[in-house]
């Protein structure tokens, strides 16, 4: 069984070698080809003395060259760091300062667009480019993408091993250096066992071919892709970023799809389409981080009458934490499933002990999906990432060294293992398919100097899930209101990352019993505003 993300390819590729593993539009390439690509790859990191941890960045849109380097940066025992190639290049200059990445893999066009922020990433110290033509000169050595593999280099496969870092994964950053900026480091245990727990929940098998409409730079993404590719199946490329709903309806006409992972905010403008032909070959499918509303859920299970529908739920930085099927939503409201195939949730009391049924409890995560923690922020991993308590072992486990996720939320199960949130310190806001920390947008509007205290929360929306409003109170002496605060955010955040509602307030912000801003009650207080928008 594979241990390392790279080894998911090369095991495929020795049973069936000749299967698809990729396509992205006329293009098809076998798993023994994309195992090719990515030791080519590999052997150009070695021959570039790149490797032994070190980060190599991918800045490319859902394509064939951007699996090769992902998972050959992996082979070479680098760690690869997938960059939304739609991030503006303050942003992307960011994240490469961050994670310290040493050569940087993109198209001709970013590259361009990227420019001069390249000179300020002290790290980087090539670039290799993927397109027709020779790419221009710069302030850095640059390769093109032929011309690196060309460079491949047989060597010695690193001693990597399942613990050893693997990806950095990052929310997206704003416009100012290190504003914003969160990577998590994933191991490679981290995403093999989440790629055989996506393909288990799922169904996902041989002969699948699955649709990815999700970014590859983020985490469901990187998961719908290593998912397929455990399993053996066909990852359709087309549509592998935030998709048009339109655009996505097309491409399950063509009634070839059996498998789709797509955003809450895509199914709902999906109903919107003729699913007809999608009926015919959808044989799986799954609502990546949340909920979806009743009405469009509704109509997503009438036109697709023999798919297998799971919502993927998030809780806190924990993608894929929990899976409910449609048919429980109305046996056991309120809930957002048991914890996904080859994971734990546990609910502990203050002294570490697991909650009876039916109890409120701390919630944390155990087992191989806990991420190694946060990237350069050693005060938040120590907040999340903590050692479980011995007491947590009562039921047979001897725990008290194994490191656990604390996403600072509250919650209850039931006695069939079905989770039920109470409430959340450290929420996620899913929009537009991004997925964006309140807590980073906090950290910039604070930044401004002109506010006391900030809180940003996700308020549902029909079209894009969901929408971030920022609540703050001035500081004492600002003149401030909330055309002034919009505008000194829109200097510093990117443009998905804007809130859609400022509210400068008088009045402190409410506060919950642990001394914490009441999130969740601002959260509630603002979940009618844009219910009577059009999707």
């Not at 590999?42 to 849109?61: K, N, Q, S, T, Y």
């Not at 169904?203 to 455990?230: E, T």
């Not at 592998?240 to 399950?252: N, V």
């Not at 996403?407 to 398919?433: C, F, M, Q, T, W």
Request: charged content about 15%; hydrophobic content about 45%; overall charge neutral.
């Amino acid at each position: 069984m594979a241990q390392l993300a790279h080894e998911l390819v090369e095991e495929a590729a020795l049973w069936t070698p000749q299967a698809a593993a990729l396509r992205h539009g006329a293009e098809r390439i076998s798993y023994a080809g994309l195992a090719s690509a990515v030791a080519a790859f590999a052997g150009a990191l070695r021959a570039a003395g790149i490797g032994d941890g070190e980060r190599v960045a991918v800045c490319l849109p859902a394509c064939t060259p951007a699996v090769a380097a992902l998972l050959g940066a992996a082979q070479a025992g680098c760690a690869f760091v997938p960059i939304d190639p739609d991030l503006d290049s303050a942003a992307c200059a960011a994240i490469l300062r961050d994670c310290g990445a040493r050569l940087l893999v993109t198209d001709a066009q970013r590259y361009d667009f990227l420019g001069g922020a390249l000179g300020n990433c002290p790290s980087l110290r090539s670039v290799v480019v993927h397109s027709a033509g020779t790419p221009r000169t710069g302030a850095l050595p640059v390769q093109a993408w032929d011309a690196f593999l060309a460079s491949s280099a047989a060597g010695t496969q690193p001693a990597a091993t399942a613990a050893t870092l693997a990806a950095l994964v990052y929310t997206a950053g704003g416009k100012q250096p290190g504003a914003g900026v969160r990577g998590t480091a994933l191991s490679h245990r981290n995403l093999v066992a989440g790629a055989a727990s996506t393909a288990r929940c799922l169904g996902i098998k041989p002969g699948d071919r699955l649709l990815a409409a999700l970014p590859l730079h983020g985490d469901y993404g990187l998961n719908a892709l290593l998912a397929g590719l455990a399993a053996g199946a066909t990852v359709v490329l087309d549509a592998a970023a935030p998709a048009e709903p339109a655009a996505l309806a097309k491409l399950l006409a063509g009634g070839d799809i059996t498998a789709l992972s797509a955003l809450p905010a895509t199914w709902e403008g999906l109903v919107q389409h003729d699913l007809a032909r999608a009926a015919e070959c959808l044989r799986t499918a799954a609502c990546a981080g949340g909920g979806i509303g009743r009405e469009a859920l509704g109509t997503v299970r009438a036109r697709l009458p023999h798919t297998r529908m799971h919502l993927l739920y998030d809780i806190g930085e924990a993608c894929r934490s929990t899976s409910l099927m449609p048919a429980q939503l109305e046996e056991r409201p309120g809930s957002i499933g048991r914890a996904t195939p080859y994971s734990e949730w546990l609910v502990l009391r203050a002294d570490g002990r697991e909650c009876a049924p039916g109890e409120a409890g701390e919630l944390v995560r155990r087992g191989a999906l806990v991420p190694l923690g946060y990237w350069n922020d050693p005060q938040a991993g120590s907040e999340q990432f903590r050692f479980l308590p011995p007491a947590a072992g009562s039921a047979g486990r001897h725990l008290g060294s194994e490191t656990g996720y604390w996403p600072g939320v509250s919650a209850r199960k039931d006695l069939d293992g079905y989770l039920y949130l109470a409430e959340s310190r450290n929420e996620i806001i899913v929009s537009g398919g991004y997925r964006i920390s309140g807590r980073e947008v906090e950290k910039v509007v604070v930044g401004t100097g002109l506010v006391a205290e900030a809180a940003a929360v996700g308020v549902a929306h029909p079209v894009l899930g969901q929408v971030i409003a920022v609540l703050a109170t001035p500081r004492p002496g600002a003149r401030l209101d909330s055309t002034i605060l919009f505008g000194a955010c829109r200097a510093r955040l990117p443009q998905h990352m804007l809130p859609a509602m400022v509210d400068v307030r008088r009045a402190p912000l409410p506060r919950a019993r642990d001394g914490q801003i009441d999130r969740a009650l601002l959260a509630g207080e603002l979940a009618p505003l844009f219910a009577e928008v059009a999707p």
